[in-house]
């Protein structure tokens, strides 16, 4: 498989359970991210990762927790959240700074918190 | 505050024609601008860029134009095609090594057969 894969797509989740969100990349990439897009706001950073070390936590709730064990996956463990963090979150890569080419994207996991 | 603004949140054009969108920006140690292209349910994709030293980038039927003066960009799209119709994102990176990409919020683009 190429790019960055996601996985779940879709997910619902209750405002007590714990889950995770996935993201591979294939691209030898050495830097990821977690980027949260909600209903009329621009994209939000949340956290990136450079070789395995999280270089930026955007002010994000502990709700919210980051691991990326190497450079080729990072999970986002959730617990406790609030209806209001139901959005798409995205994973991406890029190698090194994103400049000429940017990130490339995974497609994204639509979180639902009931 | 937001240092990357789209304020146009849709736009609606006649296929054929030319689709143009618009993006400023607050922070002038930018120095990389890109355009990316979303359809729903998928993940942004990687569409055209420019560095802050050239003032126009074209690739096919798009091309970007750069307005440092203005902290102004734009995207061109020539001729606009039904497939077309997406969220089009402008981004920009910082001089000085940081990692991170700062989006706008999006434009929709609806281009009409």
């Known amino acids: 498989e190429t790019g960055v894969t996601q996985t779940p797509r879709h997910l619902v989740m209750g405002m007590t359970n714990k889950k995770s969100l996935k993201c591979e990349q294939h691209l030898g990439h050495n830097a990821m991210y977690w980027y949260k897009q909600s209903a009329k706001k621009p994209l939000e950073l949340m956290f990136v990762?450079?070789?395995?070390?999280?270089?930026e936590n955007n002010s994000v709730p502990s709700r919210f927790s980051p691991e990326c064990p190497n450079s080729s996956h990072l999970f986002l463990h959730l617990h406790t959240l609030q209806p209001e963090d139901s959005a798409l979150y995205l994973c991406?890569?890029?190698?090194?700074?994103?400049?000429?080419?940017?990130?490339?994207f995974g497609s994204g996991t639509r979180l639902t918190v009931v | 505050d937001q240092q990357v603004k789209q304020n146009s949140p849709s736009l609606s054009v006649q296929e054929g024609r030319i689709s143009i969108l618009n993006c400023d920006y607050t922070n002038s140690m930018f120095d990389y601008f890109l355009w990316y292209k979303k359809y729903p349910a998928e993940g942004p994709t990687f569409l055209i860029s420019i560095s802050s030293i050239k003032d126009k980038n074209e690739d096919g039927r798009f091309t970007v134009f750069l307005n440092k003066s203005a902290k102004h960009l734009s995207l061109h799209i020539v001729p606009s095609q039904p497939g077309d119709s997406a969220v089009y994102f402008c981004a920009a990176s910082e001089q000085g090594g940081s990692e991170k990409l700062v989006f706008g919020k999006g434009t929709k683009l609806t281009v009409n057969p």
């Open positions: 991406a890569s890029s190698q090194d700074r994103p400049g000429t080419y940017g990130y490339t």
């Open positions: 990762y450079n070789f395995k070390e999280q270089t």
